[in-house]
């Protein structure tokens, strides 16, 4: 058995390894993605901050505010009433509006997003670019980095070909685990945790893949299973439910009529933060049709998912009600666990430390893809072994009778 499974390793390895290394490296990179992209796009994505603030403390624009910006653009006919609109985190950083993309030509076309970039200060246009689409300028950089990885661009069906890739990563893990188990004595536990000096290149290739393998697993088995709950999700929740309740999450409509007067966007965000008083409105999605309530994204304070946060509030767009709350600070069994995917898959559930972990354990596919490839081609070229002339003779069958 052990053979077979150091077999499926091997060829699993093979198979995915270009694609698990694409995978590791662009998610080093994308999980610093908001501050490398600020960093290349200066004037797009960061203003001076207001008068008497601290840059980098945290904004809380007022419903008012948000309104205006809302209000601004869908009244200019250069881009009208977006989709949705990511406020400002900090002091510095700008509103960012997304439009809904068109539907791509076939399930292989990567989608396009607009993305208009609004001042906060004196709601000025600071620019635009297309979220989805390839390039290595300074503005779409971070964008093709990130549709890489999730998407391989090549939209949804690069969905389905990532999430084969973490049942893949999954198959790996766990051979390789079983593959590297040793002798249960404390000297051959050391020599398979560990990497010795001397000896040469594809011994110490396997020393290295061996020990590295130990120490990152079980990160690898959290980012492949949580990869495939991002892409394919209805291939794992069936067994998340039959250990603990899943609540299903189906959209929403208004309970208001349709012919009512619509609120606007800082109505619905004040009965946001009316519902949820210690968190950050951080985005807000608008309705694009006359039966869609508002959602609004906020961050509590002790959610262990940073930036735009994981609390999610329903606001009916005739009446303001709030029609549904999606809380992770008071989920239970199965949604419980599905709220620690995310900030788990990033590292930021334990903050600076844990996005550090991830970046550099996304960095070990290329050092397993090496290192597996020198073994495997030293064994490949291991010349058989000549048999000693007494071998050979061992190996002969002794004359019968009727011959002697």
Do not use: C
């Not at 510095?92 to 993305?115: I, L, M």
């Not at 073994?375 to 048999?387: D, H, T």
């Amino acid at each position: 058995m052990k053979a077979l499974i150091r077999t499926i390793h091997l060829w699993a390895g093979l198979v995915f390894g270009t694609i698990l290394v694409l995978q590791g490296l662009t998610g080093t990179v994308i999980g610093w993605r908001h501050e490398l992209d600020a960093w290349l796009n200066p004037g797009l994505l960061q203003v001076a901050p207001p008068p008497g603030m601290v840059p980098g403390a945290e904004a809380r624009p007022s419903p008012a505010h948000v309104a205006a910006v809302a209000a601004r653009l869908a009244g200019d006919p250069a881009y009208g009433r977006p989709d949705t609109l990511f406020l400002p985190e900090v002091h510095g950083d700008v509103y960012v509006a997304w439009y809904r993309p068109e539907k791509p030509d076939s399930s292989w076309s990567q989608g396009v997003t607009r993305q208009v970039m609004v001042d906060p200060a004196n709601l000025a246009v600071l620019g635009e670019r297309n979220w989805g689409e390839a390039g290595f300028s300074r503005p779409l950089l971070m964008p093709t980095l990130f549709h890489l990885h999730r998407y391989l661009m090549v939209g949804d069906a690069g969905k389905l070909i990532i999430a084969v890739q973490g049942v893949a990563l999954l198959l790996l893990t766990l051979t390789g685990i079983v593959v590297w188990w040793p002798k249960m004595t404390l000297s051959a536990f050391w020599h398979a945790i560990s990497v010795r000096r001397g000896g040469n290149w594809p011994k110490f290739s396997f020393q290295l893949h061996r020990a590295a393998g130990f120490y990152v697993a079980p990160v690898l088995l959290v980012l492949a299973f949580s990869g495939v709950y991002f892409n394919m999700p209805d291939w794992v929740t069936p067994a998340i439910r039959a250990v603990a309740p899943l609540t299903k999450s189906g959209k929403l409509t208004n309970a208001s009529s349709k012919d009512a007067p619509r609120i606007d966007a800082g109505v619905a965000m004040a009965a946001a933060q009316a519902r949820y008083p210690q968190g950050r409105v951080s985005r807000i999605g608008l309705p694009g049709k006359p039966e869609q309530p508002y959602e609004i994204r906020v961050r509590q304070p002790g959610e262990l998912r940073h930036g735009a946060g994981a609390t999610r509030v329903s606001v009916d767009a005739g009446s303001g009600a709030v029609l549904r709350t999606i809380d992770p600070l008071a989920a239970r069994g199965g949604d419980w666990f599905v709220s620690l995917l995310y900030p788990l898959h990033t590292g930021e559930a334990f903050g600076l430390a844990g996005r550090i972990l991830i970046s550099v354990v996304g960095l070990t596919p290329l050092l397993f893809f090496v290192t597996g490839l020198v073994v495997w081609l030293k064994f490949r070229r291991k010349p058989a072994k000549r048999k000693t002339p007494a071998a050979e003779a061992a190996r002969r069958p002794l004359p019968s009778r009727e011959a002697a």
